[in-house]
Nanobody, 125 residues
Framework: QVHLVESGGGSVQAGGSLRLSCAASGESFMYWFSLAWFRRPPGKETENVAGISWNGGDTYYADSVKTRFTISRNSARNTIDLQMDHLTPEDTAVYYC?????????????????WGQGIWVTVTT
């Protein structure tokens, strides 16, 4: 099993910032797993946001967030953070932590088999 626990969501005004965290644990969690964030905006499909390799050396960002979001990883603690700046209402979504991919798979946008419960981010005008 793999457990992913997200924290840090909430509501913020446009232009503001939020920081999401995800902690991974479980017997099936492999140190070489990449970790990533996906999101599902209201009424839309789930989309890739950002991902990071097991040692933090490779990252992926969706075009819509690459100049505003920063993903980081503490490999010793199996945690990742997503710093989200200059938020817009279009960033409103349920954000999910995801894992189970290799670095190559993560960079190609593949979704791993393991998901967190999701956390709401709401950006108001």
């Amino acid at each position: 099993q793999v457990h992913l626990v997200e924290s840090g969501g909430g509501s913020v005004q446009a232009g503001g910032s939020l920081r999401l965290s995800c902690a991974a644990s479980g017997e099936s969690f492999m140190y070489w797993f990449s970790l990533a964030w996906f999101r599902r905006p209201p009424g839309k499909e789930t989309e890739n946001v950002a991902g990071i390799s097991w040692n933090g050396g490779d990252t992926y960002y969706a075009d819509s967030v690459k100049t505003r979001f920063t993903i980081s990883r503490n490999s010793a603690r199996n945690t990742i953070d997503l710093q989200m700046d200059h938020l817009t209402p279009e960033d409103t979504a349920v954000y999910y932590c995801n894992t189970g991919t290799t670095t190559t798979e993560m960079l190609r946008g593949k979704r791993g088999d393991y998901w967190g419960q999701g956390i709401w981010v709401t950006v108001t005008t």
